[in-house]
């Protein structure tokens, strides 16, 4: 499975980004897919996660309530919606598919990752 993240960019502190994740493959509806991000000089993070049906989903305390996690099978695509951006959600994101669907928070799990697409906020 391949997975091409985008949508990254740069951005006002208070403003809005919506990330994708297209996959290579139609199967990939059947895997839990998360989203994690790697800020300049930290360690890679979790911050969202959704089932293969997309009716559960699971955020990192620092983004819930601002962040929405999405996806729509028909397309094999996964989306990261982020409103209210601040200056600490400037990192790297990075889509990554468990394809055992373990349901896991840990990197460790996901099997195949995208390449990255970086978010800056300004602030």
């Known amino acids: 499975v391949q997975l091409q993240a985008s949508g990254g960019g740069l951005v006002q502190a208070g403003g809005s980004l919506r990330l994708s994740c297209a996959a290579s493959?139609?199967?990939?509806?059947?895997?839990?897919m998360g989203w994690f991000r790697q800020a300049p000089g930290k360690e890679r993070e979790f911050v969202a996660a959704i089932s293969w049906s997309g009716t559960t989903t699971y955020y990192a305390d620092s983004v819930k309530g601002r962040f929405t996690i999405s996806r729509d099978n028909a397309k094999n695509t996964v989306y990261l919606q982020m409103n209210s951006l601040k200056s600490e959600d400037t990192a790297v994101y990075y889509c990554?598919?468990?394809?055992?669907?373990?349901?896991?928070?840990?990197?460790?799990?996901?099997?195949?990752w995208g390449q990255g697409t970086l978010v800056t906020v300004s602030s």
């Open positions: 990554a598919a468990d394809t055992s669907s373990r349901w896991s928070m840990v990197g460790t799990s996901y099997d195949y």
């Open positions: 493959r139609r199967t990939s509806n059947w895997f839990t």
